[in-house]
């Protein structure tokens, strides 16, 4: 018989390599908390339905106790024969306490255990990530607050288009993650699904209380089906995905920070303490954590395909495929949290070299659209104003000048109805104050979004702290 605890029907031990290729002790070992607490639930369950004693019950819940106590003290030796987190725990409960130990297994399986535990696990590093969401999105406001004045170019295919406020490009960022917080709060929802008492797949035939086991967790919801609780991973293609989604708008947001940090753009500067230098190069200052964060986006990503991979093919209910889950969601975690952190403290240390941009803008067309905007206010229908200022624009390159450079008497060449109040019209700050429609980049469009956002991130951070109360 093979010392295995599923040993008794086979007649040898299991090949080593073959022992080390299945465990997943070496990652699932991080879900140790939630294995415990799922199991002092169950016990206390199964011994309130009477089918294990109150006596035993105690000794279990000691027990586990004491074995939590040991894995954080770095003092549990974790067995790559006893393959995961579930079975390292369970065999060392039955080594302290005896026979007690061998009945905390009754009515379950590894299968709903481990969904129990990745599901806490989940919903846990969720309102993790909720609350670094929060962290940047306040990071933005703030960074968006202090610069309330500073216009930039706004660009569209990377050629200067508008001018815009630098406020007004930040709080595009905020849009983005006020829905990448949504979409984690949906995620939260769906983690939130309490799996045990499914047993390997058709149920038990003890007299459970699964509502019992799903008070004590607090979970909102139990699975009606107990073949789809333990082969439903769609709870991590969905935090897969939105930390997919999260990862490229961060992504984005790097390689702007990048191109603004470069000597090219030079709109920005980060703080020293968030770059690195050359080995060789002794001018170098790099902008690391953007490229790191736009390097790892790749990675997030490549989660959630092999995540969707993984679960494509698999016939109900539990394949050990399934014990693939891990592994990407758990990098995803550590990546998605990390680089939120990051970059809450870069927004925050970034300088904002607000004359850069202000040159920037004044040295270009950007004000095209509102020389041909004014005559169009004057009457002239809008696709010949058009013409008249691309007219503008050519006369200005040639003679190596912008369009606040023309005289008033050039200017009337082009059309009767310029006047003397042009020069007010294309100016950076009028044509940024102009564009006063819904959600545009006028100043006070700006002001209202950004008390719009301060409203948001005190309900974001309300609901954060409602479901931080409920983990266990
Ligand atoms: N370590 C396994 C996993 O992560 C636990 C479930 C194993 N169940 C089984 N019948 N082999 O998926």
Same mark, same amino acid.
């Given at each position: 018989?093979?010392?295995?605890?599923?040993?008794?029907?086979?007649?040898?031990?299991?090949?080593?390599?073959?022992?080390?290729?299945?465990?997943?002790?070496?990652?699932?070992?991080?879900?140790?908390?939630?294995?415990?607490?799922?199991?002092?639930?169950?016990?206390?369950?199964?011994?309130?339905?009477?089918?294990?004693?109150?006596?035993?019950?105690?000794?279990?819940?000691?027990?586990?106790?004491?074995?939590?106590?040991?894995?954080?003290?770095?003092?549990?030796?974790?067995?790559?024969?006893?393959?995961?987190?579930?079975?390292?725990?369970?065999?060392?409960?039955?080594?302290?306490?005896?026979?007690?130990?061998?009945?905390?297994?009754?009515?379950?399986?590894?299968?709903?255990?481990?969904?129990?535990?990745?599901?806490?696990?989940?919903?846990?590093?969720?309102?993790?990530?909720?609350?670094?969401?929060?962290?940047?999105?306040?990071?933005?406001?703030?960074?968006?607050?202090?610069?309330?004045?500073?216009?930039?170019?706004?660009?569209?295919?990377?050629?200067?288009?508008?001018?815009?406020?630098?406020?007004?490009?930040?709080?595009?960022?905020?849009?983005?993650?006020?829905?990448?917080?949504?979409?984690?709060?949906?995620?939260?929802?769906?983690?939130?699904?309490?799996?045990?008492?499914?047993?390997?797949?058709?149920?038990?035939?003890?007299?459970?209380?699964?509502?019992?086991?799903?008070?004590?967790?607090?979970?909102?919801?139990?699975?009606?089906?107990?073949?789809?609780?333990?082969?439903?991973?769609?709870?991590?293609?969905?935090?897969?995905?939105?930390?997919?989604?999260?990862?490229?708008?961060?992504?984005? =947001?790097?390689?702007?920070?990048?191109?603004?940090?470069?000597?090219?753009?030079?709109?920005?500067?980060?703080?020293?303490?968030?770059?690195?230098?050359?080995?060789?190069?002794?001018?170098?200052?790099?902008?690391?954590?953007?490229?790191?964060?736009?390097?790892?986006?790749?990675?997030?990503?490549?989660?959630?395909?092999?995540?969707?991979?993984?679960?494509?093919?698999?016939?109900?209910?539990?394949?050990?495929?399934?014990?693939?889950?891990?592994?990407?969601?758990?990098?995803?975690?550590?990546?998605?949290?990390?680089?939120?952190?990051?970059?809450?403290?870069?927004?925050?240390?970034?300088?904002?070299?607000?004359?850069?941009?202000?040159?920037?803008?004044?040295?270009?067309?950007?004000?095209?659209?509102?020389?041909?905007?004014?005559?169009?206010?004057?009457?002239?229908?809008?696709?010949?104003?058009?013409?008249?200022?691309?007219?503008?624009?050519?006369?200005?390159?040639?003679?190596?000048?912008?369009?606040?450079?023309?005289?008033?008497?050039?200017?009337?060449?082009?059309?009767?109805?310029?006047?003397?109040?042009?020069?007010?019209?294309?100016?950076?700050?009028?044509?940024?104050?102009?564009?006063?429609?819904?959600?545009?980049?006028?100043?006070?469009?700006?002001?209202?979004? =950004?008390?719009?956002?301060?409203?948001?991130?005190?309900?974001?951070?309300?609901?954060?702290?409602?479901?931080?109360?409920?983990?266990?």
């Amino acid at each position: 018989m093979s010392e295995a605890m599923w040993g008794g029907r086979f007649t040898k031990t299991v090949d080593e390599m073959v022992n080390e290729f299945q465990a997943s002790i070496n990652f699932d070992k991080r879900m140790y908390h939630e294995d415990i607490a799922g199991s002092i639930a169950h016990a206390i369950m199964l011994s309130k339905c009477g089918i294990i004693s109150e006596d035993d019950c105690g000794a279990i819940l000691a027990g586990l106790k004491d074995i939590e106590g040991q894995i954080e003290a770095g003092e549990f030796d974790f067995s790559v024969d006893l393959e995961d987190i579930h079975m390292n725990i369970e065999k060392r409960l039955t080594e302290a306490i005896g026979e007690a130990g061998g009945r905390l297994h009754t009515a379950r399986s590894r299968n709903d255990q481990v969904a129990l535990d990745t599901h806490m696990y989940v919903r846990r590093e969720t309102v993790a990530v909720l609350r670094e969401i929060l962290n940047l999105q306040a990071a933005l406001v703030e960074t968006a607050k202090a610069n309330q004045d500073v216009i930039m170019p706004g660009y569209t295919h990377l050629q200067r288009a508008q001018p815009i406020l630098f406020a007004h490009h930040l709080l595009a960022y905020f849009g983005m993650l006020s829905r990448d917080f949504a979409r984690f709060e949906g995620v939260y929802q769906r983690a939130d699904i309490m799996p045990l008492g499914a047993g390997a797949l058709a149920g038990t035939t003890f007299p459970i209380d699964r509502e019992l086991v799903a008070r004590q967790l607090n979970f909102q919801q139990i699975y009606g089906n107990s073949l789809d609780a333990v082969s439903d991973r769609d709870y991590i293609m969905e935090f897969l995905s939105a930390a997919s989604i999260l990862m490229v708008h961060l992504s984005r =947001l790097s390689e702007e920070t990048i191109l603004w940090c470069s000597r090219e753009f030079s709109f920005v500067e980060l703080d020293d303490a968030h770059c690195t230098g050359s080995s060789m190069m002794p001018q170098k200052k790099n902008p690391d954590v953007s490229e790191l964060v736009r390097g790892k986006t790749g990675r997030v990503v490549g989660h959630l395909m092999a995540m969707l991979a993984t679960v494509k093919g698999l016939p109900l209910a539990y394949n050990k495929d399934l014990q693939e889950d891990k592994e990407g969601i758990f990098d995803a975690i550590d990546t998605v949290k990390f680089s939120l952190g990051v970059y809450a403290q870069l927004i925050r240390g970034m300088k904002v070299k607000k004359e850069v941009m202000r040159r920037a803008v004044a040295e270009d067309f950007s004000n095209a659209t509102d020389l041909a905007d004014y005559l169009v206010k004057k009457g002239m229908p809008f696709r010949q104003a058009h013409a008249v200022s691309g007219t503008a624009v050519h006369t200005c390159l040639e003679k190596g000048c912008y369009l606040q450079d023309m005289s008033l008497e050039e200017y009337k060449k082009l059309s009767e109805l310029f006047e003397e109040d042009i020069y007010e019209a294309i100016s950076p700050e009028t044509c940024v104050a102009n564009r006063n429609s819904l959600g545009g980049t006028s100043y006070a469009q700006a002001a209202r979004q =950004l008390a719009a956002a301060e409203e948001l991130l005190a309900a974001e951070n309300k609901l954060q702290e409602e479901l931080a109360q409920k983990q266990i």
